[in-house]
């Protein structure tokens, strides 16, 4: 390429970690959708009434075919080539290496390097901002600038941020034009996911994140059921991401998906993205009072979340 070093240039090696003795704070959930229902419409839906749960990721002003989930549930996992559970599975997943082309790439300090290999043949990905604290916006841009670069126009990016930083995360979604956000539920202190609901609304209505039609996914630490992945989509999310605890993923898929039909028929919606905050219930004051959900049987928001309900 041309390029020189003088016999007086400085060359950087990377050294030990300075702070030896730091622990990692491990991040938890203590109250998962447990108490929140779901709310049927004024009828329900015929056994012949065809049904569409299927969820599209898609970049609004791209031409491509996009990445199609059968549920709203993306499953991370390190990889999905070499693996029995995967054998012959055409839904898309989260890896952190070796993917596939309808693959999204999960990105943080450990990948970013290695990343290269991969890029090329994904849909996309989703760089971890939790792995690299203190950077600003100009560098999160030059990483992925970097690896952009080397994908297909029309790949997704994505960030990964955590809850109780929604507001920068999407900030920066928007100040970067990116398609969206991967929000980890999870805190060192222990969170509920029903807070975690408002807060997403609420920055996502500030930041201007719903009508740009970008995606919103909620990471989970275990995996959900049918229930937990209507009440994700009704609050407006795109889907849910979380593990998978074992067994043969094309069996678990067709499950769920029979499972969200049933719901979608008891409801009355023939389209899982027409579901929203309306058929959703908080089974006590409690969960009514952090939520901003309708409290059941008063079947209204509380005074302080009239203007949300």
């Known amino acids: 390429m041309g390029l020189e070093l003088n016999d007086d240039a400085l060359v950087l090696e990377p050294g030990e970690i300075i702070h030896k003795g730091d622990r990692h704070l491990e991040c938890s959930i203590l109250e998962g959708f447990e108490k929140i229902s779901l709310h049927p419409n004024e009828d329900s839906l015929a056994d012949n009434a065809i049904l569409d749960h299927y969820t599209l990721l898609v970049q609004s002003d791209s031409d491509s075919e996009g990445t199609l989930l059968e549920i709203p549930w993306l499953i ?81 990016i994505l960030l990964r941020g955590r809850i109780d930083r929604i507001e920068r995360v999407f900030r920066l979604v928007m100040d970067l034009e990116l398609d969206g956000a991967v929000v980890i539920c999870s805190t060192p202190s222990g969170s509920r996911l029903a807070s975690s609901l408002p807060k997403i609304g609420l920055a996502s209505k500030a930041m201007g994140i719903s009508e740009t039609g970008k995606f919103v996914m909620l990471e989970i630490d275990f995996e959900p059921d049918a229930k937990d992945m209507l009440i994700a989509v009704a609050s407006g999310c795109t889907a849910i991401v979380s593990p998978y605890m074992g067994g043969n993923v094309d069996s678990k898929i067709e499950v769920l998906g029979k499972e969200i039909r049933g719901w979608m028929r008891d409801i009355g919606v023939d389209r899982i993205d027409r579901i929203g905050r309306r058929n959703l219930r908080a089974n006590d004051y409690d969960t009514a009072a952090i939520s901003g959900l309708r409290l059941v049987g008063y079947e209204r928001p509380l005074k302080m979340w009239l203007e949300l309900g």
Do not use: H, Y
């Open 76 to 156: 991370s996992c390190q990889t999905t080539l070499g693996s029995e559970e995967w054998d012959e599975v055409v839904a898309p997943a989260i890896v952190r290496s070796r993917t596939r082309t309808n693959d999204l790439l999960l990105v943080g300090k450990k990948e970013f390097a290695e990343s290269i290999d991969f890029v090329r043949n994904c849909s996309g990905i989703i760089l971890d901002i939790t792995d690299f604290p203190g950077l600003n916006d100009s560098e999160i841009e030059a990483m992925l600038i970097s690896m952009r670069s080397r994908m297909d126009n029309n790949a997704i």
